[in-house]
């Protein structure tokens, strides 16, 4: 089975400033999907970014970007130029790209994020 | 267009009673899914419908939940005789094809609270 950690239970960031969030995963399997969800107090998951396993090129959405390291088994999230709004709780998720798993989400423990201002 | 959408937002249930979750999803998603949310910690996969189909339900965690979705559209998550270890945000989400690659989109979720 398939399990996702997030080893930061809090993160806090000045805004303007850099914040990266870690997250590990462990599977035997060489291709599936990563994702980082938002979940602001509105509960509201929102999608972040995404990355494919068999793609090499980091993942960039605007100020967000990710450190994919596959031999690791690793996915970071760097939020750069923070902003008061990305104050949330932040999901590390895995999915795999075999159907026989049904397309469902794997998600980690989160990582609550405080921005100061 | 609408996003999904759940109802109640909130619900608060004493212990033994039946409760009837709704989740109505973007209109024209094949795939719909349930995941419940504990206080405090990552939502974790309960069941899953391609259209009317319920695929997989390894993750419903007694036989007190299930979940139906008649018509491939509205979903109905039900809890019978609930118990405390019950209150948590059950979420739904529904994406537009069967692949792996379509996104969820998620609702609100529903916080069930069980006195």
């Known amino acids: 089975a398939q399990t996702v950690t997030q080893s930061q239970p809090e993160m806090s960031v000045q805004e303007a400033e850099t914040v990266t969030l870690s997250c590990t995963y462990d599977t035997s399997e060489s291709d599936y999907y990563l994702f980082w969800y938002k979940q602001p107090p509105s509960r509201q998951m929102i999608l972040v970014i995404r990355?494919?396993?068999?793609?090499?090129q980091n993942a960039t959405e605007n100020r967000f970007s990710v450190n994919f390291q596959k031999a690791a088994k690793s996915f970071s999230l760097k939020i750069s130029d923070s902003q008061l709004g990305d104050a949330a709780m932040y999901f590390c998720a895995y999915r795999s790209a075999d159907p026989e798993y049904g397309n469902k989400l794997v998600f980690g423990a989160g990582t609550i994020l405080r921005v100061k201002s | 267009g609408a996003g999904v959408s759940q109802s109640p937002r909130y619900k608060v249930a004493k212990r033994g009673q039946d409760v009837a979750l709704r989740c109505d999803p973007i209109?024209?998603?094949?795939?719909l899914f349930w995941y419940q949310q504990a206080l405090g910690q990552g939502p974790e996969f309960l069941t899953y419908?391609?259209?009317?189909?319920?695929?997989?339900k390894s993750g419903l965690p007694s036989d007190r939940f299930f979940a139906e979705r008649p018509e491939g559209s509205v979903s109905t998550l039900k809890i019978q005789r609930t118990q405390q270890e019950d209150s948590a945000v059950y979420l739904c989400?529904?994406?537009?094809?069967?692949?792996?690659?379509?996104?969820?989109?998620f609702g609100p979720g529903t916080r069930l609270t069980v006195l």
């Open positions: 209109s024209g998603h094949v795939s």
């Open positions: 419908f391609q259209n009317e189909a319920q695929l997989d």
């Open positions: 990355q494919e396993a068999y793609k090499q």
């Open positions: 989400a529904s994406s537009l094809g069967a692949s792996s690659y379509n996104e969820q989109f």
